[in-house]
């Protein structure tokens, strides 16, 4: 055969039987990570009928492509739009243009980085009290007294909800878990959510959000046709789910990251503005969501593997940010490194994480608010990771802080 | 190597030579170029490697997709009609001779 014939020559996806949602896995999930990666551009999980993907170059080709992987059929697991799953579709981020174009525009204005940008000062004195108090302990978790300390008291406010701890917590842990599979995860976290969710479903509507805030500017951009009816609800939803557990995960990997390379730790202590490219590097080497789906519309061939339609397709975006195809030395974290735009942990392409800007500020605020106060941050014990579906998270950090 | 020109907005000029497939906004802040912040990495989500394309080259730079022009309405300066997105202008041969004045404010 001649050398062009082959290569246009095409395979259907070799098969893996592992599963992705293990707590094997999901407690370390870079083996299998490169397993997928290494099995082919795209692999069918014969568990789930599904085919993941775990190249940087062919997650960003099906994030990018919604004629062939469209965003439809939801970012779970499971297909949406049949019957079985009971999750409320986000009508931003399970969609496609045109749709998704129009609804993206509106929130866009009530969102801009502008808007954004004017909470850097509160965020930063916040942040500058926080850290007293956290001195002042001197041993700290840095997922409950810092990540989640912080996000939970400068986050829901700039937006305008209300979200005490232990409601919203188990709230996210539930949404995290139900794009998963229905596994013993799934269900625990949904019954753990329950006598929440009739809170929730309230603190989404007008009535519960704060007057004056950007979440109400919604609810009145939808009063004046701006959006279709239900959508400034959904969108609040979608804020709070999107926007607290993810935000909270990455700062805690980044303090978990500079405690534990404390020569990472003296270049950010050196020259504090690196505190962004540390919380960039963190989320690109622990990804907080770990997964996302898109659905073949028709057969689709992807770089010479053959998809079958209607099926769906795993864009492991932690896998992604580890290929060796993109990155040296991809298990190192390293500051230095340039990521930002480039890593796949905020997404890319019409979907693009839209709250990224609020994310990188409060991320900015606590770390470096913590890096010009203290003179080292060190573990103070073993961090303990909490495993949940479709993301990587910290449960604990027992974190020291050390001046002079 | 096409050559494009930034014209800072103190109006000193910057000429590099930017390798075909990369963007404005990666050549310019990786040589330092401190009008150009992109503080989002070219993820159509901050607004601030605003450029204005010199006249004659308008044509020639890729269509405005719809997640750049949305963003195009919150630069800190305002939007012109030559108003583009440094990270959304990936150099191409036809790009050779391109000069863009840096927007100002960024932030
Ligand atoms: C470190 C923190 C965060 C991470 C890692 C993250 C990650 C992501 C990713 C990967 C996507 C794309 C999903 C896909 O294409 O399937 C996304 C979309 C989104 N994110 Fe974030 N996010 C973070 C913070 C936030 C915050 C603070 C908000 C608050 C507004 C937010 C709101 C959203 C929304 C609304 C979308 C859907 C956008 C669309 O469909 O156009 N995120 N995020």
Same mark, same amino acid.
């Given at each position: ?266 270049l950010v202590?050196a020259d504090p503005n690196k505190v962004r490219a540390a ?56 500051v ?28 900015e605020?606590?770390?470096r608010?913590?890096v ?33 | ?42 993820? /159509?989500? @901050? ?7 010199? *006249? %004659? ?7 405005? !997709? ?18 583009? /997105?440094? @990270? ?7 790009? *050779? %001779? ?7 404010? !960024?932030?």
């Amino acid at each position: 055969m001649s050398e062009a014939a082959l290569s246009t020559k095409t395979i259907d996806a070799p098969v893996l039987e592992i599963d992705p949602y293990s707590l094997e896995v999901l407690r370390d999930p870079y083996p299998f990570h490169e397993r997928l990666r290494e099995a082919g551009p795209a692999a069918f999980i014969e568990r789930y009928g599904v085919y993941a993907v775990g190249r940087h170059a062919e997650a960003a080709i099906v994030l990018n492509d919604h004629a062939r992987f469209t965003a439809c059929g939801g970012i779970g697991i499971q297909d949406i739009r049949k019957p079985g799953d009971f999750r409320i579709p986000n009508r931003l981020l399970e969609n496609d243009p045109p749709g998704h174009t129009a609804i993206r525009a509106t929130l866009t204005k009530y969102l801009s980085p502008i808007v954004i940008r004017r909470w850097r000062e509160h965020f930063e004195t916040e942040a500058k009290g926080l850290v007293e108090e956290l001195v002042a302990k001197g041993e700290f978790d840095g997922v409950e007294d810092v990540a989640e300390a912080f996000v939970l008291k400068v986050f829901p406010a700039a937006v305008g909800v209300k979200l005490p701890r232990k409601e919203i917590l188990a709230i996210g842990e539930m949404r995290f878990n139900q794009s998963g599979p229905p596994n013993e995860l799934y269900h625990r976290a949904m019954e753990r959510a329950k006598p929440y969710l009739e809170w929730f479903e309230n603190s989404v509507r007008r009535e519960g959000v704060t007057p004056g805030s950007i979440a109400e500017m919604l609810f009145d951009a939808e009063d004046r046709g701006e959006f279709e009816e239900g959508i400034a609800s959904n969108m609040v939803r979608s804020f709070v789910g999107g926007g607290t557990d993810s935000t909270i995960t990455g700062i805690g990997h980044t303090l978990n990251k500079l405690a534990q390379n404390p020569d990472q730790w003296a270049l950010v202590k050196a020259d504090p503005n690196k505190v962004r490219a540390a919380f960039e590097e963190a989320i690109r080497l622990e990804s907080p969501f770990q997964v996302t789906y898109r659905t073949t519309t028709g057969q689709a061939e992807l770089s010479g593997v053959q998809l079958r339609p209607d099926t769906k397709v795993g864009v492991f975006l932690g896998a992604a940010n580890r290929d060796p195809r993109k990155w040296q030395e991809p298990d190192r974290f390293d500051v230095t490194r340039d990521t930002t735009g480039i890593h796949l942990g905020f997404g890319t392409g019409a979907h693009i994480c839209i709250g990224q800007m609020i994310a990188r500020l409060e991320a900015e605020a606590i770390l470096r608010a913590l890096v010009t106060r203290i003179d080292r941050l060190e573990p103070a014990g073993l961090p303990r990771y909490r495993p949940i579906n479709q993301m990587r998270t910290l449960d604990h950090l027992p974190l020291r802080a050390r001046l002079g | 190597m096409p050559k494009v020109t930034f014209i800072n907005p103190d109006e000193s000029r910057i000429e590099l030579d930017i390798p075909v497939g990369t963007s404005l906004m990666r050549a310019a802040t990786a040589h330092g170029i401190d009008g150009i912040v992109g503080d989002c990495g070219g993820g /159509l989500t @901050c607004a601030t490697c605003h450029v204005l394309v010199e *006249d %004659g080259y308008l044509d020639k730079m890729p269509a405005v !997709q719809a997640n750049e022009d949305q963003m195009l309405d919150f630069t800190a300066m305002g939007r012109s009609p030559c108003s583009r /997105l440094s @990270c959304q202008l990936v150099v191409t041969e036809d790009m *050779d %001779g391109l000069t863009v004045r840096i927007a100002d404010p !960024q932030l």
